[in-house]
């Protein structure tokens, strides 16, 4: 009698805790710059695997339980269970390890919030919250773009956020580093609040509040200068007054609120020098659509995919394969396509896409049967006509369809945040689902709870001890970061991040760069180093460049620094094949060519180092002082030997004309 007394209050202690979790999940993830970096993405990993063990929990309080399984179910699972197969068969190990942790928190928090927080009680205080987060991230944004303040909060040193602000003058980025993904959360954000202030049950007061909120947001999209959001929230709000112009009880209401948006739009828009100078861009000077970086990524993505059609190149490998396939006009180090559909392609394959793209066609065609159940009658009318219901369909619905179209120009769903953010509203919407039939209840049996169990503690346990690593890892390499380039003391803390995670390649690659570099000082510079040899150093250099390519067969650094150590330890007669191999693997990469020029220095054939040096001022001439100081170099000793041969043979006589 005692256990069935404390088991309902139990499980309902329990159900709140997995919706304090998932608010907490909600707005750190955000508020933390998207979760970005190791360490506030495992904060969020953390509570996802609270969110897991108390849905254990629940399994085996509840009397009856039971699991919530929508079709769409099917396909998350699926895609889940390819990541973990993709994962083992991974090139690089490390940055495809680091992509399935992802992949496992937006999975397992998709099932915990559709078998949890499915009650209108949790999804109206899930959108609430959401809203006036918006709200506030938005007002925040309106303040970086009127002050020009250089940095995200105050943890942030200003060195790095300066950075950002370079690539994106007038630009307010919130909460983010970047202003598309500000926009990518606001732009979700939107149609939620717009959709609960005009139809939802609330009362008038509350139904403004949550109107100026709403209102709020559409400022942050505006400051974000974003020309991908505020296309894909041009067609949510035009998705949004079409469907409220065929319910009598909000048309006139949805006409009035348009015409109000589109005459302050008509106001501010030509009145902002920053908009104006954004919108001047879109075009180019012949009439098309201006060919930025996007597009310049796309065209190597495409036959990136090409060359690996089904199963992909790898799981977030596309940054490291991208460099065979570099074009000229890209020297940087992209990370993503700038193209959400065509970066699941190239990461994914065809296999993945499909697991994809299966799961957003089950989640409309739910979408679709829901859609019929929670709509809107035109004969119901009174003061609470509205329906919460419909409110979140709508706003969810438009949002992620919003989302969608601004995928199509950025990597929204590469953000945790946001993709979080989305997997929420997704479940949620699916949930829906169970106001049409009854038939998507599952009975959960002894057999599948254990089963269910076992999952979620043993994943629980590897998301708990992964994302201690990489947060761990994070901080040696910050405080490497911060110490004298090169030096012993980076050395030193390099090798504690080696010693927490020796699977990173770029930690591989910057211990042989320093142990390179002091070689070639000879340890002159640097405090303890004085009179060692310099040829242990280099050799310290290969083996660390070693293990770099046996970690990362694809990036050409590896090659080119011990092709270098090769040369400066008088083994050049080995060296050639590193420096082939280098520029094979990324031949329009300025610093790679130079590398090889270098090397034809060293051998003394300057006749040879120019054309890689002139070639490497084609492809980037502001900031090539290597290229430009030894490309003078070079003509001035092949000019002396000329000059040299020429005096010679003139004294013995053999100058035609003596």
């Known amino acids: 009698m005692v256990k069935n007394l404390w088991q309902p209050v139990a499980d309902r202690w329990c159900e709140r805790g997995i919706l304090g979790l998932v608010l907490a999940i909600l707005v750190l993830g955000p508020l933390a710059l998207g979760a970005v970096r190791p360490v506030e993405f495992g904060l969020l990993a953390w509570l996802t695997v609270g969110v897991m063990l108390l849905w254990g929990a629940r399994l085996w309080l509840s009397p009856r339980p039971k699991l919530l399984w929508t079709p769409v179910c099917w396909a998350v699972l699926a895609f889940a269970g390819y990541a973990v197969a993709r994962y083992f068969m991974a090139d690089i190990e490390y940055v495809a390890r680091h992509e399935l942790m992802r992949v496992a928190v937006y999975t397992f928090l998709f099932f915990a919030v559709l078998n949890n927080l499915h009650g209108q009680d949790s ?54 580093i970047c202003p598309n993904h500000l926009a990518g959360l606001l732009e979700m954000l939107l149609p939620l609040g717009l959709a609960y202030a005009v139809t939802s049950r609330a009362s008038h007061v509350w139904r403004i509040v949550v109107g100026y909120a709403a209102l709020v947001t559409l400022a942050g999209i505006g400051v974000t200068v974003s020309r991908g959001a505020w296309a894909a929230t041009a067609i949510a709000l035009l998705l949004f007054f079409g469907v409220l112009l065929f319910q009598r009880r909000y048309r006139l209401p949805a006409i009035v609120l348009f015409v109000l948006l589109l005459g302050a739009g008509g106001y501010f828009l030509p009145r902002s020098t920053a908009v104006q100078a954004r919108l001047s861009e879109v075009w180019n000077q012949k009439g098309g659509l201006n060919d930025d970086l996007r597009f310049s990524l796309w065209k190597p993505a495409w036959q990136m995919w090409l060359d690996h059609p089904w199963i992909g190149v790898g799981p ?43 799961a957003w066609a089950l989640l409309g065609w739910g979408l679709v049967k829901t859609w019929r159940a929670v709509r809107l009658s035109n004969s119901a009318l009174g003061r609470n006509a509205g329906s919460n219901k419909f409110a979140f369909v709508l706003g969810a619905s438009l949002g992620l369809a919003a989302l ?50 076992v999952v979620l503690v043993a994943s629980g346990v590897w998301l708990v001890r992964e994302s201690w690593r990489g947060a761990a890892e994070f901080v040696w390499q910050q405080r490497a970061n911060a110490a004298p380039a090169f030096s012993p003391d980076q050395v030193a803390l390099l090798k504690r991040a080696w010693a927490v995670d020796s699977a990173n ?92 020029a270098l090397h034809y220095v060293q051998l003394g054939d300057y006749a040879a180092a120019i054309p890689w040096f002139q070639r490497s001022l084609r492809l980037e001439w502001e900031n090539n002082a290597v290229a430009q100081s030894y490309l003078k170099v070079a003509r001035e000793r092949l000019m002396e030997g000329a000059t040299n041969t020429w005096s010679v043979e003139r004294a013995a006589g053999s100058v035609p004309g003596q």
């Open 123 to 176: 999804v109206r205080t899930i959108t609430v919250t959401l809203v006036f987060l918006g709200m506030l991230i938005s007002v925040y944004a309106v303040y970086q773009f009127l002050t020009g303040a250089p940095s995200v909060w105050w943890f942030v040193s200003p060195p790095h956020i300066r950075r950002f602000a370079s690539l994106y003058p007038h630009r307010a980025t919130g909460t983010y």
């Open 505 to 596: 390649p770029e930690t591989a690659f910057a211990i042989g760069e320093a142990y390179r570099h002091q070689s070639q000082e000879g340890g002159e510079f640097y405090a303890g180093q004085e009179g060692t040899d310099y040829r242990q150093l280099a050799t310290n250099a290969m083996s660390w460049f070693t293990l770099g390519m046996k970690l990362n067969a694809w990036d050409s650094r590896n090659y080119a620094g011990y092709g270098w150590c090769l040369d400066w330890l008088d083994r050049s007669a080995e060296s050639g094949p590193y420096f082939v191999r280098a520029e094979q693997l990324d031949p329009n990469n300025y610093f790679n060519l130079n590398q090889i």
């Open 316 to 358: 977030a490998e596309f940054d490291p394969r991208f460099r065979a396939y570099r074009p000229e006009r890209v020297q940087a180090s992209p990370e993503r396509v700038h193209n959400d559909y065509l970066n699941t392609l190239v990461d994914w394959g065809v296999v993945g896409t499909v697991l994809v793209a299966g």
């Open 404 to 453: 969608l179209a601004h995928s199509a120009t950025d990597f929204n769903f590469s953000i945790p945040a946001n993709a979080i953010l989305a997997v929420t509203l997704m479940a949620l919407l699916s949930s829906h689902l169970r106001f049409v039939t009854e038939r998507f209840w599952v009975t959960a049996r002894p057999w599948s709870q254990g089963l269910l169990t």
